[in-house]
Structures are given as C-alpha cells and as structure tokens.
C-alpha cells in the first residue's frame, strides 16, 4: 500500500504515540495484561530465502580466489554466523594411539579364514577401532564423551550462484500462500452461505476449505522438508555450514524479539519459531487505516509491526542479486528481506506448569484458552499422547478448565483444588469407592511394539518385558508379530527382598 493512498495515517500514528508517552510516564501499573503469540510465519524457508542460501553457495576462499567476479570491491559474497557442536572423546592422544597399537596386533576370523587388522578394508578398521576406543573410555572413564565444545564459525554465501534451490523453496512458498489465501476467501463464503440458509451453497464451500486447507498444509510440510533434507547426512544437497546457518540465523531473531518484549511486557515461552508474551492491557494493539479509496482498508497489529521492524533491521540482505543478462553476466543488487511476525490472540488465559526443581525449566508444556473459554491450544501433556496413565489423561481433561473459574487467584485455585483433590482421595483410599474395572482401566498403561520381539534383542522396557512374560504362558506365537499392543500396570508388590 502507498503511503500517499492512506488518509488517517498521522491520526493513527498519534493514537499509537499517545498510549506509548502514557506507558512511558507511568512505568508501574496494574492491568490486565494481554496474551500474544508471535511467531514467524515459514521461519526457515524465509531465512534460506532472505540470504539466497542453497548447498551450492556456501563457498570457501580458494573458490571465491578463483572465481571470475573476485574484484576489489565485490559485493557477491555474503558472510555468516553458524554455531559449530563437537564431541570430545574421554580418552587422551596417548590412550588412542596405545589401542591403536594394540589392536593392529590382533587377528580377526571372516568366516573360514582369519584376517589381520591391516588386512580389513578402512571402514572395518574404523569401526573396530571406534568400538574398541568406546568399551576404553566406559571402562577407565565411566562415560565416552567429554562435554561437547562449540565455537561460532562463519560461512560464506555467495550472491551470484545458480539459484535453483532458491527458486525451488520459493515457488513452493509462494504456491502455499495462495492456497492459504483462497482458503480464507472459501471461509467468508462459508459464512455468508449460512447467513442466506442455502444448504447446497454451504457444503460446497465447506468442501473447497477442506481442499485448500488440504493443500497448503501439504505444501508446508514439503516445504519444510527443504531445511531438513540440507541438514541429513548422506542426501546430495547436505550442507553442515548451510544448516548451521538457518538454526543460528532463526534462533537470533527469536532472541532479539525476546530482548524486545523483555522491556515492554513478560515473554512467557519460547518457541523455535515464535514467542508467548504478556503485554501491558494499554499497549498498541490493532489500528485500521483508511485509504482514499473507502472500500479498501488495512489493519495492522503493533506487536507484530514492532517486532518486523526490529527483524528487518537486523536481518535485510543489501547484497541480494539477480542475474540481469545471462551473455553480458550482470545482475541487479537488491535489498531482500522476507522474514516477517505473524500474531495470535489476545487470549484469555495461558496455564504453564511449575517446575519440580529450582533453575530446570518446562519447554513446551502449557495449555491457551480463548476469550471465550475454548482451547485453543495444548502441548506437551498427557493427554495428547498415547499410552500415558489414563488416571492422569482424565484428571487433566477435568482440571484445566477449572482455570478460568473465580475472579481472583485465590478463587481459581479453589476451583482447581477442588478437581486435585477429589483425585488425590481416590489415590489415598486405594479406590475403594469404584468398581475393580474401572480401578484397573486408571491405573494400567499401553503401548504399541513397533517391532516384533526378537528385533528388541536385549533391549529393556515396560512392553517388552509385558511382551516377555506374555510369552512365558502364552507361547512365542503370540507375540511374534509386529505392532503388538501391551497393557501393564506398574506395580510396587511383590517385593523381591
């Protein structure tokens, strides 16, 4: 949008300095707060395509020394920060090379004959010395790793290589955000279709948000998948600096935002693309400008604004380039910056568990309602994942709700005390007011063998040893099939003394 075209431009800006200058002159106040989620929309396809990151671009200094372009002056390479991760041995130099000696003396039986260590192929010999080196350290040190070191190193990007990759990611992005965009046109239609009560016109716009939410969640998983397939050894487009590269690259913003919330409001919790916060209930939020055309409008949300351009300030790419003519070999240096906040909310209510111990924190276990009351989001409990204790699954499906009752905290933990407590009496009485039934069903566990038996080996767990002693009075045929369910209780008798 022009800024010419916008009519209320200097009205909305003072509406929006006024609750600023008010925050700023009264710092310490009591108010509601406001629940935002801010995260990036697509994070990592946009970091790969701000820099103009592919495999083939990470370039070293004898690659860009013999490059045609390597001028004084050029602005073709682009540098940036990766966070190198190594693993250190327990052993010392001297241990390996004492192995080394020792195992080079040794001989080893393939088959009929008998070979001698020099005489195995390289990867052998790696492996029988890597597992020789790993039962040393288990031994003398009681671990085989050292504390990982890291050291922040850079890479080099170079702004004029074939941009196939980049085109790729892209064209699968932006294919995403028209099928987003023609979804939340078919959603409106939804909605006037029941305002007019015509059945026939309802279902088909139901079916056509079915199949364009369909398709761009599509989309976004083969989309994501282009960092993933970078960062797998063994693919042909792995590239360790480029992968290093996007995570450092989007974990900094989310720093930086947070830095930013920090002196405004409370962050609440960290995503690896986004961040939960509480602002002040005074604070910016939505603004609508009015264009000089009445019937189109644009509203923007402060938040986000005020995050995107902390964003483009750290992050625009100046050196981005486009090959002008392919013969002459010039190209067009552009800023580039694609990264942007999404927003969420306000909600009603955010529940984050406390931690068990002092210093350790929860990462993504909490539970958000709308202003309504509804649950608009849950992560990490029990109650989303299979096989957990379904004592613990129908007690948290009854107690999260109870949040949002009474209008001071001491009423809510009322409410939630009330819900733990008659759960906690179950558990004192051992169940004497159910059924043996339904006892059972609360305290018993489940999960899904993903291999047959004999594939765990010597593998230790609650299935597998539920799948053992399955076998021991049922027979091995019972149990010699993959994807068997086992259901167990986890009990303290009998004691073996």
């Known amino acids: 949008m022009d800024l010419d075209s916008v009519s209320n431009y200097e009205d909305v800006k003072q509406a929006i300095m006024e609750k600023l200058i008010s925050l700023r002159d009264h710092p310490i106040c009591e108010e509601c707060p406001l629940i935002y989620h801010l995260d990036v929309a697509a994070m990592y396809p946009n970091i790969i395509l701000t820099n103009r990151l592919q495999p083939s671009a990470i370039v070293s200094d004898e690659i860009c020394t013999a490059c045609d372009f390597n001028r004084p002056g050029k602005n073709c390479l682009r540098t940036l920060d990766w966070v190198w991760r190594g693993e250190i041995s327990m052993a010392k130099k001297s241990d390996y090379y004492h192995l080394k000696r020792q195992i080079e003396s040794e001989i080893y039986k393939d088959g009929l004959s008998s070979k001698n260590f020099l005489d195995l ?27 990982p070191i890291t050291e922040v190193r850079q890479a080099g990007i170079c702004m004029r290589e074939n941009s196939f990759y980049v085109d790729t990611v892209r064209s699968f992005r932006d294919r995403r955000y028209e099928y987003k965009g023609l979804n939340k046109m078919w959603k409106g239609k939804v909605t006037d279709a029941k305002s007019s009560g015509n059945s026939i016109r309802i279902q088909e716009a139901q079916d056509m948000v079915v199949l364009y939410d369909s398709l761009q969640l599509a989309h976004k998983c083969i989309l994501n998948s282009f960092y993933g397939y970078v960062m797998r050894k063994g693919a042909r487009w792995y590239s360790m600096e480029m992968a290093g590269v996007v995570t450092y690259t989007g974990a900094k913003i989310i720093q930086n935002a947070r830095l930013l919330i920090e002196k405004i409001g409370r962050p609440l919790e960290l995503d690896t693309d986004g961040i939960w916060c509480a602002l002040p209930g005074s604070f910016p939020e939505n603004f609508t400008f009015q264009t000089k055309d009445l019937k189109r409008k644009l509203t923007i949300s402060y938040p986000c604004v005020m995050l995107n351009v902390d964003v483009a300030i750290n992050n625009t790419n100046d050196q981005y380039q486009i090959l002008k003519d392919p013969l002459a070999k010039t190209y067009i240096t552009h800023s580039e910056c694609s990264i942007e906040f999404e927003v969420d909310g306000p909600y009603k209510a955010m529940i984050l568990p406390a931690s068990k111990e002092e210093g350790i924190l929860i990462k993504k276990r909490y539970a958000v309602f709308n202003e309504d009351g509804t649950l608009a989001e849950l992560k990490g409990f029990e109650i989303k994942r299979r096989g957990e204790l379904k004592l613990i699954k129908v007690f948290q499906a009854e107690v999260f709700d109870k949040f949002l009752l009474g209008s001071t905290l001491e009423q809510c933990y009322s409410a939630v005390a009330s819900v733990a407590n008659r759960w906690l009496d179950l558990l004192d009485n051992e169940g004497i007011d159910i059924v043996d039934s339904e006892l059972l069903d609360y305290i018993s566990e489940s999960s899904t063998m993903s291999k047959s038996l004999v594939d765990y080996g010597q593998q230790k767990s609650c299935a597998v040893t539920t799948a053992r002693r399955l076998a021991d009075f049922l027979g091995d045929a019972m149990v010699k099939d993959k994807g068997l369910r086992c259901q167990y209780i986890v009990a303290c008798e009998p004691q073996i003394k």
């Open 121 to 147: 192929s390289k990867k052998e010999q790696h492996l029988k010395l890597k597992e020789r080196l790993k039962k040393y350290n288990q031994k003398a040190y009681r671990r085989v790793l050292d504390k």
